[in-house]
């Protein structure tokens, strides 16, 4: 009997053990659940407060499109000037073609490079606001000013420059103002380019899902915007400027301008503003210092490297960016050792992980940007040596004379038409084979065109060709139709959707915070390098092949020379380039930011599986 008491007893007391142990265990494990949901929930929140907007009422579609409309006025401006530029030099300022091509190369690569100068402020000091609102301005003075040096210096006699009646030289003073005129044009449009495109950019949320997807339709729908505006100027303005009235052709500028402008300011209150990370330059410097000051150092675990604690990261207004297994070499600057322990944090000896990412970024970017500068020599064509070639074919329809430089509205007709199958039709489509939203990544696109623009190069060659067999002895004008010249046009168009608009993607999405007007300008500095590519092309290859009694292949007379040999040269780099290309993609990996949509994906995906527990 006792011994059935005690078997008894200690039955109850191992049954009240357990039920301590099972209360304690669900206790622990519900303040465990408690204490997951909550770092999920701060996670999630870490995450979102980085690129989420306190003010609904901002943002959003209704304000970008105010800024798409700047964008095509802007754009109209500028085309009203850059379009028939190479035509104003040679019949205006009598310059010889390869000297005009030149010129233009060099002025539309400035255009370019000053989208540098523009990021550079817009992300370190002035802000997307106010380095668009600055750079316009100068964008309206330089207009101003064309305007005022056409009209006042140029033209003697009236009407002359319309390729019949032959302008007196222009005195010095009034060649001055003009090219400072338009340096300044390539100034203040260069300057706010890129910085429109990121502020564009800035008005939808990543953390919204439905904001983030509008963001990726942006790009396109400003690239679209941009050849709305650029269709004005290649058909009606051209026409004007082609038959001597260039000065209504800038004046048009200037008021599509100060319209673009007046637009810009209108939608002051409700714009999204991000601030300034400050000068990226240092921060990128102090990585490599660092990092070669600890050459010695072998890299620690990837936990182990330096990171400042929290959500927030040691860059203003920048997020976090996680630890990337791409040149490790740069992973020694945050490696933490005993001299980095003692005394205060020197950013010259330690930088956090995401300062390091932000540099490898940069490195990362490089090769793909470097990759697309042939492209760009390809698309410089359009302004120069297609112009020059449409304008010894036939063009007369009756009493009606076509401008050469008016062709280029094939393109832009073609930039249109593509950019809609592409949105309609190609990205649903891919999207349902590879299962990626895009449709078709910014890599692959970006390659599909750089493949377009060398069969634009192959067609223009061919039509020289033609153009070349149709020439009558004396006679300056090929008999052969210049709507022979719309396949190239429409090739270049069609490219220019997969690889400027898949560009605008990329180094806008792929670069850090802290670098965002700076990634958008690598698009436009790859125009501004193919450019001065193009010039020095040109002029390596009359060097070469303008010797004695040779014209060379670009001579002032085209139907003496081999245009199409040139053609043919630029379509064999650009499929060189293709290959090294390939090469670049394969090696890319993606940016890892913290709170990027990928990110919050997961955060929520493991916060279901928290709440399933409960």
């Known amino acids: 009997m006792a011994s059935s008491m005690d078997l008894l007893n200690f039955s109850n007391e191992a049954a009240r053990k357990q039920q301590v142990r099972e209360d304690n265990r669900c206790t622990g494990e519900s303040e465990t659940v408690n204490r997951n949901l909550y770092e999920v929930e701060q996670k999630v929140i870490a995450g979102k407060s980085k690129t989420s907007l306190i003010r609904k009422s901002t943002g959003g579609w209704k304000f970008a499109s105010l800024l798409l409309v700047n964008q095509g006025l802007a754009t109209l401006a500028f085309f009203g000037v850059g379009v028939n530029l190479v035509l104003f030099l040679t019949r205006v300022l009598d310059q010889e073609n390869a000297v005009a091509a030149n010129n233009v190369s060099k002025w539309t690569g400035t255009v370019y490079l000053c989208s540098l100068i523009g990021a550079f402020l817009s992300d370190s000091y002035w802000g997307r606001y106010l380095t668009c609102a600055i750079f316009q301005l100068i964008f309206v003075v330089g207009l101003v000013l064309s305007s005022l040096s056409s009209w006042l210096f140029l033209f003697h006699p009236s009407g002359c420059g319309d390729g019949e009646i032959v302008c007196m030289p222009a005195s010095p003073v009034g060649v001055a103002i003009f090219y400072l005129s338009i340096y300044l044009v390539a100034f203040g449009y260069g300057g706010y380019q890129p910085t429109i495109a990121t502020f564009g950019a800035d008005q939808f949320d990543e953390a919204n899902p439905k904001e983030g997807a509008s963001k990726a339709v942006f790009f396109c729908y400003f690239y679209f915007a941009l050849n709305v505006g650029s269709l004005f100027s290649n058909t009606i303005l051209v026409y004007y400027e082609d038959t001597g009235k260039w000065t209504l052709g800038f004046v048009v500028s200037l008021g599509s301008a100060i319209i673009a402008l007046l637009s810009f300011l209108l939608g002051t209150p409700g714009y999204r503003y991000l601030k300034p990370c400050g000068n990226p330059l240092p921060r990128v410097a102090q990585v490599f210092v660092a990092a070669a000051r600890k050459w010695d150092i072998v890299p620690v675990n990837s936990d182990d490297l330096y990171e400042v604690e929290g959500p927030d990261s040691a860059i203003k207004g920048s997020r976090k960016i996680y630890h990337s297994n791409e040149i490790e070499f740069l992973d020694k600057a945050a490696t933490i050792t005993e001299d980095d322990l003692c005394g205060p944090k020197n950013p010259w000896r330690l930088c956090t992980v995401t300062q390091v990412e932000?540099?490898?970024?940069?490195?990362?970017?490089?090769?793909?940007?470097?990759?697309?500068?042939?492209?760009?020599?390809?698309?410089t064509q359009m302004a120069s040596l297609f112009v020059e070639q449409g304008d010894v074919m036939k063009s007369n329809f009756g009493n009606f004379h076509l401008p050469a430089a008016s062709m280029s509205a094939?393109?832009?007709?073609?930039?249109?038409?593509?950019?809609?199958?592409?949105?309609?039709?190609?990205?649903?489509?891919?999207?349902?084979?590879?299962?990626?939203?895009?449709?078709?990544?910014?890599?692959?696109?970006?390659?599909?065109?750089?493949?377009?623009?060398?069969?634009?190069?192959?067609?223009?060659?061919?039509?020289?060709?033609?153009?070349?067999?149709?020439?009558?002895?004396?006679?300056?004008?090929?008999?052969?139709?210049?709507?022979?010249?719309?396949?190239?046009?429409?090739?270049?168009?069609?490219?220019?959707?997969?690889?400027?608009?898949?560009?605008?993607?990329?180094?806008?999405?792929?670069?850090?915070?802290?670098?965002?007007?700076?990634?958008?300008?690598?698009?436009?500095?790859?125009?501004?390098?193919?450019?001065?590519?193009?010039?020095?092309?040109?002029?390596?290859?009359?060097?070469?092949?303008?010797?004695?009694?040779?014209p060379g292949w670009i001579p002032d007379d085209l139907n003496t020379g081999h245009l199409d040999r040139f053609y043919f040269l630029i379509a064999a780099l650009t499929a060189f380039d293709f290959v090294i290309y390939v090469f670049c993609a394969k090696w890319y990996k993606s940016i890892n930011l913290e709170g990027s949509e990928k990110e919050i994906q997961i955060i929520e995906i493991q916060q279901d599986v928290v709440l399933r527990r409960v």
């Open 358 to 379: 932000e540099a490898k970024c940069v490195l990362k970017m490089l090769p793909i940007w470097l990759c697309t500068i042939i492209y760009s020599v390809v698309f």
């Open 410 to 550: 094939f393109d832009i007709c073609s930039v249109l038409i593509c950019t809609g199958i592409y949105r309609q039709v190609l990205v649903p489509l891919a999207g349902k084979l590879s299962g990626n939203t895009k449709g078709i990544s910014e890599l692959k696109r970006m390659g599909i065109g750089l493949v377009i623009g060398m069969l634009a190069m192959v067609a223009a060659g061919a039509t020289e060709i033609a153009r070349l067999k149709h020439v009558l002895p004396g006679e300056k004008i090929s008999s052969l139709n210049i709507f022979w010249q719309i396949p190239q046009y429409v090739l270049v168009g069609a490219s220019e959707v997969f690889m400027y608009v898949g560009q605008l993607e990329f180094f806008n999405g792929q670069a850090p915070d802290g670098i965002k007007s700076f990634g958008s300008s690598l698009c436009m500095a790859s125009m501004s390098l193919g450019n001065y590519a193009s010039s020095f092309l040109v002029n390596m290859v009359m060097g070469i092949t303008a010797r004695g009694k040779d």
